[in-house]
């Protein structure tokens, strides 16, 4: 079974809205860490935002926060407010025991 | 500046002749990894090290070799490069954070072509 499971290949956003991104994970294990990564046009990856999973508050970073829905195993990226920058290809990741990425979402900001 | 450095960034060679990527970190990291990056396949780990002389195997480690002699050192050898081979490949480092986040840095990527 995919650990990680990003069901959005792509997405267009208008400039200034927000957008969620969605990510679902796999694992029986109590302890772990939830990873969003984006990797622009460029190709280089650039470490977003994490959360633990004991964490009791959703994780935020600037314009970055992550839905985290324990129960259902589901941890969301929200960007608020895109920007023609946020034009990228977004990864979802779980560090349970090892580190799992999803298959990733492109997202195209448009003007 | 910190940073992961992998060498070469683009590189096409012939099936069966081996190559090495090279990769270095100046984090003073542990912990180092190797990924290969293919379209609808995300990020899929090929081996990783603990620290010098630990490596292990990630999700897709046939066809290649690793070493860590030297903590800042992990380069990704091909014995005998096969066209399947062709992607881009990201070595990372990382630490556990105040927060207990693995938090990988990645090198720029080294995209590979074996005809």
């Known amino acids: 079974a995919q650990k990680i499971t990003q069901t959005q290949p792509g997405m267009f956003v208008q400039e200034k809205e927000a957008v969620t991104l969605d990510c679902t994970y796999d694992t029986s294990d109590q302890s772990y860490g939830l990873f969003w990564y984006k990797q622009p046009s460029s190709g280089e990856m650039i470490f977003l935002i994490y959360q633990g999973s004991y964490d009791e508050q959703n994780a935020t970073e600037g314009r970055y926060s992550l839905n985290f829905q324990k129960a259902r195993k589901s941890a969301n990226l929200v960007i608020s407010a895109s920007q023609l920058g946020d034009s990228a290809m977004y990864f979802c990741?779980?560090?349970?025991?090892?580190?799992?990425f999803g298959a990733g979402t492109t997202v195209t900001v448009r003007a | 500046e910190a940073q992961v450095t992998q060498n070469p960034r683009y590189l096409i060679t012939v099936t069966g002749k081996k190559l090495t990527v090279t990769c270095s970190q100046n984090?003073?990291?542990?912990?180092m990894s190797w990924y290969r990056q293919d379209p609808g396949l995300g990020l899929r780990q090929i081996y990783y090290?603990?620290?010098?002389?630990?490596?292990d195997k990630g999700d897709v480690p046939e066809g290649y070799k690793v070493s860590r002699k030297e903590k800042r050192n992990f380069p990704l050898i091909l014995e005998s490069p096969s066209p399947n081979q062709t992607s881009l490949y990201f070595c990372?480092?990382?630490?556990?954070?105040?927060?207990?986040?693995?938090?990988?840095?990645f090198g720029a990527g080294s995209r590979l072509t074996v005809l």
């Open positions: 990372a480092s990382s630490f556990v954070g105040l927060s207990g986040a693995n938090v990988l840095t």
């Open positions: 090290s603990m620290n010098v002389e630990v490596t």
């Open positions: 984090m003073n990291h542990e912990y």
């Open positions: 990741a779980i560090d349970d025991y090892k580190l799992s």
